[in-house]
Nanobody, 123 residues
């Protein structure tokens, strides 16, 4: 499976941005898809996930209520709609795919990654 992420950019605090992740060659390894983010010197942290077939979602506490994950089955694409952005949301965002929800507890357990897309939130 290949994951292609896009949509990052520069936005002012309070603004919105939508990230996209296209999954090609989808198999069971992409049954659960989600997003992580990483800043220099820090570990990659979980942001959100979605069950591809069942619409089950889960969010990190830091983004809950501000970010929304969704998918378009026909386009094999997962989105992360980010709103009320804060400077602390500045990071490289990575699309992730795995068979198991539990693997999203640790970035080292994830089966497949997309390339990162940089989100910069200015104050």
């Amino acid at each position: 499976v290949q994951l292609q992420a896009s949509g990052g950019g520069l936005v002012q605090a309070g603004g919105s941005l939508r990230l996209s992740c296209v999954a090609s060659g989808r198999t069971s390894v992409t049954d659960v898809m989600g997003w992580f983010r990483q800043t220099p010197g820090k570990e990659r942290e979980f942001v959100a996930l979605m069950d591809w077939s069942g619409d089950r979602t889960y969010y990190a506490a830091s983004v809950k209520g501000r970010f929304t994950i969704s998918r378009d089955i026909a386009k094999n694409t997962v989105y992360l709609q980010m709103g009320s952005l804060e400077p602390d949301d500045t990071a490289v965002y990575y699309c992730a795919a795995d068979q198991n929800y539990s693997d999203f507890a640790n970035a080292n357990w994830i089966n497949a990654w997309g390339q990162g897309t940089l989100v910069t939130v200015s104050s």
